[in-house]
């Protein structure tokens, strides 16, 4: 009878770098968590997790007794201050532009379901290319994935320490 031998598994900077470092975000509230509402796009945060609820967020705006602020990403998208830029490019961008875009707003779609602090800030297009600006790292790292498991080509990441931004360029 044979054992099996497991190998030790080998980890690489970018295996570590996919967990995104949420804690250092300049933009995100410290201190003791109180009940606010975001006068933007209408999240309630109850202590640190924001939350989408159209009705609740109707009810306390009528009792008054919360307090409103921008939430992290209203505020980063009124101060133009990304933290994850995807770049698309080739030929097959432009013959399928309309599927990728679809695929783009669903991968923004199922992240805002999650936190609504995942965001698309802007998105532009410019010599062939596509260049969008998200409010957080994760959403763009799974723009790129989405995009890569869709479509196939190539995707590469590109994670800046000094100014806390993700690039993610995809091509095919």
Same mark, same amino acid.
């Given at each position: ?19 995104? /470092?949420?804690?250092? /975000?300049?933009? +995100? ?58 770049? +698309?490019?080739?030929?097959? %961008?432009?013959?399928? =532009?309309?599927?990728? %875009? ?12 999650? !936190?609504?602090?995942? =965001? ?11 260049? +969008?600006?998200?409010? /957080?790292?994760? +959403?763009?790292? =799974? ?14 990441? /590109?994670?800046?320490?000094? !100014? ?7 091509? =095919?």
């Amino acid at each position: 009878m044979k054992t099996a031998v497991v190998a030790p598994k080998h980890y690489s900077i970018a295996s570590s770098k996919k967990s995104v /470092d949420t804690e250092t /975000d300049s933009y +995100l509230a410290k201190g003791a968590p109180r009940k606010t509402v975001c006068r933007g796009c209408h999240a309630i945060s109850t202590g640190r997790r924001w939350h989408q609820d159209e009705a609740v967020y109707s009810k306390l705006v009528k009792t008054g007794t919360v307090k409103e602020v921008f939430c992290p990403a209203c505020e980063k998208i009124r101060d133009g201050y990304p933290s994850g830029q995807v770049t +698309l490019k080739g030929e097959f %961008l432009a013959e399928h =532009r309309d599927e990728i %875009l679809r695929i783009i707003a669903n991968e923004e779609k199922r992240a805002r379901e999650r !936190n609504p602090l995942h =965001r698309i800030m802007s998105l532009r297009e410019e010599n062939g290319q596509l260049e +969008l600006t998200t409010t /957080d790292e994760k +959403l763009a790292q =799974r723009i790129g994935r989405g995009l890569h498991k869709a479509c196939g080509g190539s995707v590469g990441y /590109d994670w800046s320490h000094g !100014n806390k931004i993700l690039r993610v360029q995809w091509e =095919r």
